[in-house]
């Protein structure tokens, strides 16, 4: 089983220090972040169980990269740094979508248990999540998406269907979900493809080039 990671996100070098090194007593692995920005750079492309950020920090602030990274990751969960004071920006974040938050300055048993209990609370349901789609995988995502069958994207791709079978099988797993409902929710609140309109669907499919030999598109008499 994968170790568990952890991003922590401070300005500050000498608290990233510290605290990478109290968080490496649950055994996790911790990469640390001096910006936000660079922080959610990394978001897509990298597994991450646990965010951990600062409240105040230069440029981009704790809130704002709460409700980016949400929007990247949405099972993410969040936890606050907040300074003395600080306490209502702790639950604007919180109203943003963090988990929970914990206030300076930092007791090492006290930010153990809390990160412990989330990554417990946030465990996914299968190793591979969370982990960045590939550019084939996007593709057939989007084909998914748009309502392809399975023998309709093989086509597409110019894959047999087996692949493509274990193609989907390897996105539910990254994004953490068990059913197409789950799959189109946990693509539209990523925005990782373009979901089409009812609209665009309903042209798509009068235009369809499966529709059955003989039929017409206008009404039988």
């Not at 001096?34 to 991450?48: G, N």
């Not at 068990?178 to 979901?195: A, D, F, K």
């Amino acid at each position: 089983m994968p170790r568990q990671k952890v991003f922590f996100v401070d300005d500050e070098p000498g608290v990233r220090k510290a605290v990478a090194r109290t968080l490496e007593k649950l055994g996790v692995e911790v990469r640390c972040f001096a910006s936000a920005a660079e922080c959610l750079d990394r978001i897509p492309f990298q597994t991450c169980d646990l965010l951990i950020t600062d409240v105040r920090m230069p440029g981009m602030d704790g809130i704002e990269l709460v409700m980016q990274a949400k929007h990247l990751a949405p099972w993410l969960p969040v936890l606050v740094v907040t300074g003395y004071g600080d306490v209502p920006l702790a639950v604007r974040a919180m109203n943003a979508g963090a988990a929970d938050f914990i206030e300076k300055p930092l007791h090492s048993q006290t930010l153990l248990k809390k990160v412990e209990t989330i990554l417990k609370q946030n465990a996914p349901r299968h190793p591979s999540a969370g982990r960045p789609l590939t550019k084939t995988e996007l593709k057939v995502l989007t084909l998914v998406i748009q309502g392809n069958t399975n023998k309709q994207i093989a086509r597409l791709l110019g894959r047999s269907v087996r692949t493509i079978e274990d193609h989907r099988l390897r996105i539910m797993r990254k994004l953490d979900v068990h059913n197409l409902v789950e799959l189109v929710q946990r693509t539209i609140q990523m925005g990782l493809v373009q979901v089409p309109t009812c609209s665009n669907r309903s042209e798509d499919s009068r235009g369809s080039s499966d529709r059955p030999p003989g039929s017409s598109s206008s009404t039988a008499r």
